[in-house]
């Protein structure tokens, strides 16, 4: 019985059960994509981090000729790999960003920052001739393993520190890249796409590396063999063994730990993407296994009625949506093995050490596993819900409080029963699927809603330096390693004489230690009135016996507004209170959450006279002035190669638009799925309302009244949404927009999407009222009395 009935059912529904298959491998792809791209996101970083060794400090002392191989001896120490703080310019392919940081020594790559290789090979140390790219190289320009680089390299007097900003005229060195590679350090260092050259380049051309007299500075990545627990003992040792405390020594963990908060992010929104997707699918799919199992219990009737047991007809209506089940689920699984190519997204995509096809089998085999018995079982229930329906007959359903109301005031009947359509289900053959519509409905203007509140935190962002400490317009690049490039006062009062220019300040840079962590501390000195860094809460320095933190410093070391910090620098320890926290101004060895600022007088109570590890100038202009027009006109006074210039934006301004597109996604993908949602409720209570519509009709209802019925059903459906998904989506995007605030950091500032909540409610209800018209015009097209006759 149960083959024969498969064989008329596969005759009857067969084309229907083909579509059930194809919505259920559409829908576990995407599901099972989602979610196994977050776990493999999730996961980069780590596995990279196993196969690279990453360092676990950059040690930056800016020292020409420092011997690193007595740091290589130190028993803390796994290995080093030095780099030189200079670089190259490309010439074919053109581009404005210089290749930097070639390697030091023949260490590269040995114990520390080893290289997943991607395609090709590692350089023949021992050629200049050969090099290396990375991931972003080869997409920013297209050159891959085989082509050939054009690089030209400075002369010797346009390298080193005190060289400035001059195009490099040196010898052209063409190469071929052998290699694609990633590491840590490139990984969260590479914005641009960059090239490795190999040592023996600089061993060959040293003098255009380093300068005619190695003046230039080489710095290193050293792995520690303890990790991060051990870079206390190391600082002391270090200090020890050099006889100075200024060396600047970077935690490259607090890079490591941003960039995974930012994965952890955007991998979050790639699962709430998998969810919103698992959702849409039981809605869809839930809808057709119910229609399936009505039909098939109405037809089960008769073989009921001749001795077919409860257990048998059960099993008999869930075999073709259990076969529908296993095909969409092999399906998927396959899909979805396709589409793992193009994860993990994101910046994990940027970390991820095997691009590429990956299985993974327990999301996989889960997911399969899960769909066939959630399509099975809940075709079962269904049908043991209509099986025991009928034999206990109607029961009565569940009314809404505002039909009632609405039925009380007196309300038109169109109004009052295109209510009933929107709020209450119905029972048996004419129930209508009202609360997935309505829960679609809300869902879909939250997402949009939080969507667009979260673009305007990221827009506000973007537009408002302040919201990361960059209060100044200008900045000019003065001094390094303690030789300032002429007169720093007398170039700053030129600047300050301008009838533009508001502030004009000198910043010294120098590296104080606070316990194990390294404190970059600004010292200023207004040329006019004072400079202030940009405060969350307390206030700017005072005095020489105060220091402002940078929120990330502060939160570090364990200190807040009002708390005594010691500070250790080449004079000795010293302590100063905290007089505020905030964001400083970003510079070559810090961002704009690290460090402090300390007035003149507090930089002397650490620091020798003359001492500084580089030198700025920032400098304001008044409100209405023009920053490029002020720097133009002021430029002409310095020499070629110095002067004014606009601040760099930050590097998490750009993480930032890289995680933008993601809930923007997620709300589009969500307002389809609240459009379809309504959509398909309007169509379904025009068909299964067929008979109480005719009635109506029967009974004076016009034709314009029917599509009325519609059209309310359209719009209640709409104002709920509104009602209940407007705020909550102001809430969820406030709470998102905090979050990647505080991952970035910037000061959050409550993001305010005026355009978005304005429009949201006439775009609903236009949106909803369109999707009502064709419902509405097959409302009036059905001939009553032909309706009445088959009932």
Known sequence: MTGMWLRLEWRRRGRSAVVLALMIAFALATVLTAVAGARRGLSAYERLAVVTKPATITVLPNDPGFDWDRVRAMPEVEAVGTFVVSGFALEDPATAVAGGMPPGDDQVFI??????????????????????????????????????????????????????????????????????????????????????????????????????????????????????????????????????????????????HRLARLIAFESACLLAFGLAAFVAAVVLIGQSVARYTAVAEARLRTLRAVGMTPRQAIGAATLLPLLAALAGAA????????????????????????????????????????TVLLVTGGAAVLTWLALRAAGAGRRSEDRSAVVAAAARLGMPVPVV????????????????????????????????????????????AGSNPLRYGQNFQLTAFLGIGGQSFGDPEALLGQVAADPEVDTATVATIGVAQAGATSVTLWGVRSHDHPWEPVLSEGAAPRGDREIMLAIGSARHIGVGVGDDLTL????????????????????????????????????????????????????????????????????????????????????????????????????V???????????????????????????????????????????????????????????????????????????????????????????????????????????????????????????
Not at 114 to 139: C, H, N, Y
């Open 568 to 667: 250790t620098g080449p004079l000795g320890p010293q302590t100063f209170r905290v007089s505020g926290l905030g964001f400083i101004p970003a510079g070559p060895h810090n961002g704009y959450e690290e460090g402090g600022v300390v007035g003149d007088a507090g930089y002397d109570r650490l620091f020798p006279p003359g001492q500084f590890k580089f030198m700025f100038g920032l400098v304001t202009v008044k409100d209405g002035a023009d920053p490029l027009e002020v720097m133009a006109r002021v430029n002409t006074g310095f020499p070629p190669g110095q002067g004014l210039f606009p601040p760099d934006p930050p590097e998490q301004l750009a993480q930032m638009r890289v995680v933008e597109p993601l809930p923007i996604a997620l709300a």
């Open 331 to 370: 399906f998927g699984v396959a899909a979805a093995l396709v589409a793992s190519r193009w994860t993990p997204m994101g910046t994990a995509s940027a970390v991820e050490p095997t691009p590429g096809f990956d299985a993974d089998w327990p999301v996989l085999g889960l997911g399969a596993a899960l």
């Open 111 to 256: 114990g520390t920052e080893v290289p997943v290789l991607l395609a090709g090979r590692l350089f023949d140390r021992s050629r200049i001739d050969e090099v290396v790219v990375s991931p972003k190289f080869v997409e920013l320009h297209g050159r891959g393993v085989g082509d050939r680089v054009t690089m030209r390299l400075g002369r010797p007097e346009e390298v080193g520190p005190t060289a400035g900003d001059v195009p490099f005229t040196g010898p052209r060195v063409e190469a071929t890249i052998v290699g694609v590679i990633r590491t840590p350090w490139w990984t969260i260092n590479d914005g641009q796409g960059g090239v490795m050259v190999s040592p023996a380049l600089v061993r060959r051309y040293e003098p255009n590396f380093l300068g005619a007299h190695r003046e230039g500075y080489v710095n290193a990545l050293v792995r520690l063999r303890g990790g991060a627990g051990q870079i206390e003992a190391f600082k002391k040792s270090f200090a020890a063994l050099t006889g100075r405390s200024d060396i600047d020594i970077w935690d490259n963990s607090d890079s490591q």
């Open 669 to 791: 993908f969500l307002g389809l799925l609240a459009l379809g949602a309504v959509a398909h409720a309007l169509v379904t209570a025009v068909r299964r309302r067929g008979h109480e519509m005719a009635v109506l009709r029967a009974c004076g209802l016009t034709g314009g009244q029917a599509r009325g019925v519609v059209l309310t059903q359209a719009t209640v459906l709409a104002l709920t949404g509104l009602l209940f998904g407007v705020p909550l989506g102001f809430v969820v995007g406030r709470a998102l927009w905090g979050v990647v605030a505080d991952t970035m950091p910037f000061f959050y500032h409550p993001p305010l999407a005026v355009l978005a909540l304005l429009l949201i409610g006439p775009v609903t209800l236009l949106a909803a009222n369109l999707l009502a018209v064709w419902p509405a015009r097959l409302s009036t097209r059905s001939r009553v009395g032909h309706v009445l006759r088959t009932e």
């Open 417 to 460: 029963v295109g209510a009933r359509f929107a709020l209450e289900r119905g029972r048996g053959p004419d129930a209508l699927p009202v609360r997935p519509a309505l829960l679609s409905a809300v869902v879909g203007v939250l997402g949009v809603i939080a969507a667009f509140m979260f673009s305007s935190g990221v827009d506000d």
